[in-house]
């Protein structure tokens, strides 16, 4: 069976080199995202923005990676998750570029929402060609490790803003976001196309010599392919055809709601308090560069925290693991907002970037296992697409909020009920995933 020997695979250099390419996007996109919160501070004062064209800056990328997220999912059940996961790189590194000759407050906004959609586009396409390569004993700790790269990006977003922004400009910022775009090239070199995708698709020779080539590359003694394969053989899935209803069948209608209603909570609550996090440090009455040398520091707890995240994972489970990250994210989010001293911003800022990018890398493993191959990447697209309508009116909403003189105790009460929330619905709908194959995830066994 095909899909036996891709399991069989000893974890070796294409696994570590496949999280690299993978995770180096990631880390690409959590850079743009985090550039342009250290700019708004700096963009609002040389713009005269007012805290609603702030929130509704943060607020169109997200707009476009809810589009990005659904329409890059579907395409890449498709086409392939190889060429969407490279068209989406080129998409939002261009667009990141063009912010930096942004003439105008609209034009500014045009291009987020492009930068948006490019990155909303690329994320869940190259967590479901991870997971689908991953072995399944070490599935969890890959994809979290993965996400663990968009805190490598958050602090490399940080350190571009601490020396650059103040000696050149928010500009030169955005221009070194745009770079990204010369690593598709290497995308195109590394990178194969996913077996259980080409299976789906009947291109079997292309899956079997995929696996040949494995086999070689990691030492395991190679034995030819049968010339004609029977469907069993194959490993072929006998699942719908990928469309939209297919996740709404009984098999997957609660699967969908669980994870539809923890992405909504997850993003909603991370970019209602990470986009305006500098801001917020801001107005606590640091300069510019000590807000960025504090944000810096928060960010930093990230690693810890999805290193932690990756180990549990496999340990205690999916389910458990990310039900207890939000729930502690949602006790660090409450603390963090009634911060009295800078020494408290400082302890509960980090204790919560570590809970929650920690849940953050736990979804991103478990929302493509409980989809079948043939519509995984739309599964995916689709829970990160409606979790960006969360993302999409938390920074409005924050930003109507300060305007209208709301304390920061009350704004981070509430993001913290909403972690509680989807803590307790993971908790009580979510199915457990660890050390099973995707096959039998999704039969339930």
């Not at 040389?46 to 707009?63: A, D, F, N, P, Y």
């Not at 906004?109 to 930068?115: A, E, I, K, T, Y």
Request: hydrophobic share 50%; glycine share 10%.
């Amino acid at each position: 069976m095909l899909l036996e020997r891709l399991e069989k695979l000893p974890v070796g250099s294409f696994h570590y080199k496949l999280l690299i390419i993978t995770g180096l996007g990631w880390m690409f996109d959590s850079m743009d995202t985090g550039i342009i919160s250290f700019v708004l501070p700096v963009l609002a004062k040389e713009w005269g923005l007012t805290s609603e064209q702030v929130g509704w800056i943060g607020s169109v990328g997200l707009i476009g990676m809810a589009l990005g997220a659904v329409l890059a999912g579907t395409i890449a059940d498709k086409l392939g998750r190889k060429k969407v996961f490279a068209a989406t790189v080129i998409l939002y590194s261009v667009s990141t570029g063009l912010c930096a000759v942004a003439w105008s407050y609209e034009s500014l906004l045009f291009f987020r929402f492009l930068v948006g959609f490019g990155l909303g586009g690329e994320l869940p396409v190259a967590a479901t060609l991870m997971s689908e390569y991953a072995p399944s004993h070490l599935r969890g700790r890959f994809i979290v490790l993965l996400e663990s790269f968009w805190g490598v990006g958050w602090l490399v977003a940080a350190l571009i803003s601490y020396v650059i922004i103040p000696k050149f400009g928010w500009q030169v910022a955005f221009l070194i976001g745009a770079l990204p775009a010369l690593y598709v090239f290497a995308i195109r070199l590394h990178m194969p196309e996913s077996v259980r995708y080409l299976i789906s698709q009947k291109k079997i020779d292309e899956a079997k010599q995929i696996i040949l080539d494995l086999e070689v590359m990691t030492g395991v003694k190679s034995e030819p392919f049968a010339k004609d394969l029977s469907a069993a053989e194959v490993g072929s899935e006998k699942t719908a055809k990928p469309k939209f209803s297919s996740l709404w069948t009984p098999q997957f209608r609660t699967r969908t709601i669980m994870l539809w209603l923890a992405w909504f909570g997850i993003v909603y609550s991370y970019y209602g308090i990470f986009m305006w996090l500098p801001s917020i440090v801001f107005s606590q009455g640091f300069e510019v560069v000590k807000t960025f040398e504090y944000v810096l520091i928060m960010t930093a707890a990230q690693l810890p925290g999805y290193f932690a995240a990756a180990w549990l994972v496999d340990k205690i489970g999916r389910r458990y693991t990310l039900s207890s990250f939000l729930l502690m994210s949602g006790v660090c989010s409450y603390f963090f907002g009634n911060s009295a001293t800078a020494n408290e911003l400082l302890m509960w800022g980090a204790a919560m970037s570590f809970f929650n990018l920690g849940a953050w890398g736990v979804i991103y493993t478990y929302t493509p296992e409980l989809y079948p191959t043939s519509i995984r990447a739309l599964g995916s697209g689709w829970a990160a697409g409606f979790g960006r309508i969360g993302g999409m009116l938390a920074p409005m909403l924050v930003g109507v909020l300060l305007a209208n003189g709301a304390p920061m105790d009350l704004i981070f009460a509430m993001f913290g009920s909403v972690f509680v929330v989807i803590s307790a619905i993971v908790l009580g709908l979510g199915i457990e995933s660890k050390q099973k194959s995707l096959e039998q995830i999704e039969l339930g066994s």
